[in-house]
């Protein structure tokens, strides 16, 4: 029985348990208490208003602090105490060092280039990949469901992912689009750089068709804000839903009775066991790589001398 058939199989036979216990048990009336979007909402920890600026201190503030803080820590830590027969932490820096440089960066852009922009892509790469996986950590940041200890609201343990908020992928895409625009200007001039988005070969096309292809060109990049921003914004986000409703979200919503909550409860924990390990083992990883390859790749095409 080949792969395909096997998961098919396995889909069909878990939503038949699924009707099968709606069926049998039924549900005891509507649910009020699971709201999984509460995860991303951003209740101020310490207000700050400048005019109409919000400043506020929030989780989503802690965990750009802690991202970026690990990843400055890291990088000092290793480089303070790199030995000639490195241990598995240095290993493991040195194998995300080679990564960065040889792959993401050395692959997509001259030598030059290459140089100027790698600790621009380094940083990038592992700024993200801390805080993807700071997002599949459980820490104290939960205010709606406090603890009481000795008369203090204690914040209770949950996961919350800053890169599972679109405003972070947004800034981050900002930066990147403005800079290899930047460096696609200072490498050719600006009529030049503006020139390179027109495919080779069209010389002896008529200017009404080429100012066509350049309009469109010109969407594409624009269109990249949001294809860069979105796609790491929506893989995680999607990551972390998934594992709060197989986690218990999913019995909660339903509210079955007992014997059900339990049969259902079984096999959605298993499921989000699962989509943790894959979440956490290859999907927080990969999107840093997906963005830094992109990124590495905008830059080596605003200085080639062909786009």
Known sequence: MSTKAKFFIGAGAYLALFILMLLIFGSSGKNEEFQPQNEFKLEPWVSLHLGSLDLSINKAVLYLVLASALTILAMVWVARRMAQKPNRVQTAVEVAYDLTKN??????????????????????????????????LPLPTNTEHTVDVFGLAIPSFAIYAATANLSIPLVLTLVVWISYHVEGVRSKGLFKYLASWLPPGLEDMNPVAKGFIFVIEAISHFARLISLSVRLFANILAGHLLILFMGGGLVVLLNLAVVGSVVLGLVTGVMAVAFFLFEVGLVATLQAFIFATLTAIYLGGAVAEEH
């Not at 960066?105 to 280039?113: C, K, L, S, W, Y």
């Not at 790698?118 to 700071?134: G, R, T, V, Y």
């Open 103 to 136: 792959n993401i960066t050395g692959g997509n852009m001259d030598a030059a280039t290459a140089t100027r922009w790698f600790p621009f892509l380094a940083a990038l790469f592992f700024w993200i990949w801390f805080s993807n996986m700071l997002g599949f």
